[in-house]
């Protein structure tokens, strides 16, 4: 027999309109990551475009600061099922980075990068036209670095392994590469709203 105290409640109609299938609302940040936290400060911290191997444009930590800065707000949904609501970040829109390097994207493809060799894929089209940025502060503070700071990858859409912490650079690749997370059984591309945990979803 199954009761109320083992399902818990349902969700109000509002907050279950926002959250996608096998989701549950939290108020915290849950903090999730492969080991230990790295050390990278403003002053150790860079971000390079590659093309390959190829280096296309690097910024430092007060290069990339004066940047255009955008701010986004909305949800954010984690593949171990917990949803964030209403969270608040501001960084650089990948469209100002592209901008800035006076590139065009040479692939379709991209692979993400971090200082912990963390690396996750994600296609051009999802990071272009204002979907994704590289987030430098949240709720109007920097980023803990728990939470990816000095500066994560933000690519709400997608579920959250697909907004790799302490982010140091993407390489545009010629196919669709998997990543850590992908590797390991998890889906290539990753949406909540079609719950694209692992492969074969």
């Known amino acids: 027999m199954v009761t109320r105290g083992f399902t818990g409640r349902p969700p109000k ?3 279950a309109a926002r959250l996608p299938p096998g989701q549950y609302l ?3 940040f849950p903090v999730l990551q ?3 936290t790295p050390r990278v400060t403003e002053e150790t911290w860079s971000f390079t475009l590659r093309d390959g191997p190829r280096p296309l444009k690097s910024w430092t930590w007060d ?3 004066r940047l255009p800065q955008t701010r986004w707000k909305g949800d954010i ?5 917990w949803s964030k609501f209403d969270t608040a970040w501001a960084g650089v829109s990948f469209d100002d980075i592209l901008a800035d390097a006076g590139i065009e994207p040479p692939t379709d493809f991209t692979l993400f990068e971090g200082f912990d060799d963390y690396t996750t894929n994600v296609p051009v089209a999802d990071l272009i036209g204002g979907r994704a940025m590289v987030a430098t502060s949240y709720e109007g503070r920097p980023i ?3 939470h990816g700071g000095p500066a994560r990858l933000l690519v709400p859409h997608l579920y959250f392994w697909k907004s790799p ?3 140091k650079g993407l390489r545009f690749t010629r196919k669709d590469e ?3 997370w992908e590797l390991r059984g998890y889906h290539m591309y990753g949406d909540p709203w079609r719950e694209q945990r692992f492969t074969g979803d």
């Open 13 to 15: 109609a509002d907050v």
């Open 26 to 28: 939290t108020e915290d």
């Open 34 to 36: 492969l080991g230990p």
């Open 63 to 65: 290069e990339f600061a």
């Open 77 to 81: 949904h984690c593949v171990t099922k």
């Open 144 to 146: 803990p670095p728990d």
């Open 165 to 167: 912490k302490w982010v």
């Open 178 to 180: 998997a990543g850590f």
